[in-house]
C-alpha cells in the first residue's frame, strides 16, 4: 500500500541515508563515483489535482517530495533518476504523446527520466486497464511491446530501486 510503512520507511530512509554523497554497491562491487538522493519540499495540493484521480502511491510521493533526484552520480552527472514534479510530468507527459504517438497508450504518465540516457519511467494511470499503477520503462528506440515492466507499483518500485542502489534492476 503506498501510503504504508514501506513506502514512508523507504522516503524516508533515502533521504537520511543518502543525503550526503556515497558509494553504492552495484552487482556485488563498490562503484567508482558516489550518489546521492536529494528530495525537495512537498507539492503544494493544488499541483496534484491537476491530475485528478492518480494512483496513490504517486500522490503520496509528490506530498512527500515535489521532485527528487535518486542515486545521481554527483561528479559526472551520468547516472541517477530524476523524479518529477507534477508540472514536469505534466509537460513531459504532453512531449511523450506527440513524439512517441505509436507507442504512448491512454494513461501512461511520464514520472521520471534517468540520467545519462533517454530512458523515461512511465506510471499507468489508466483505471479500466488491468496495468493501472505498473511501472513501465520506456526504452528510447525501441517498441512499447519491448519495454520493461519494472514494478507493480511506484512503491514497488521505489523499494526495489533503494535495495539495488540505483541500480537498473529491471536489466
Known amino acids: 500500500m503506498a501510503n504504508g510503512p514501506d513506502f514512508q520507511a523507504i522516503l524516508q530512509s533515502l533521504k537520511i541515508q543518502w543525503s550526503k554523497p556515497s558509494l553504492a554497491i552495484h552487482d ?8 546521492v538522493c536529494l528530495f525537495e519540499n512537498p507539492a503544494r495540493s493544488e499541483e496534484i489535482q491537476h491530475f485528478g484521480e492518480i494512483p496513490s502511491d504517486l500522490e503520496a510521493f509528490w506530498k ?13 552527472g551520468q547516472w541517477g533518476l ?12 504532453l512531449k511523450f504523446q506527440q513524439e512517441r504517438c505509436s507507442d504512448a497508450e491512454m494513461g501512461d504518465l511520464v514520472v521520471g527520466t534517468f ?8 506510471l499507468r494511470n489508466h483505471f479500466q486497464s488491468k496495468d493501472f499503477g505498473k511501472v513501465l520503462i520506456a526504452l528510447p528506440l525501441d517498441p512499447r511491446h519491448d519495454w520493461y515492466v519494472a514494478a507493480d507499483s511506484l512503491n514497488d518500485f521505489l523499494v526495489k530501486f533503494s535495495n539495488f542502489h540505483g541500480n537498473k534492476f529491471w536489466e
Open 64 to 76: 512527500f517530495s515535489r521532485t527528487a533526484d535518486l542515486f545521481k552520480d554527483v561528479a559526472y
Open 115 to 122: 540520467y545519462g540516457d533517454q530512458e523515461l519511467l512511465i
Open 28 to 35: 556485488g562491487k563498490p562503484i567508482p563515483f558516489p550518489l
Open 82 to 93: 530524476k523524479i518529477l514534479s507534477p508540472a514536469e510530468c505534466k509537460s513531459a507527459t
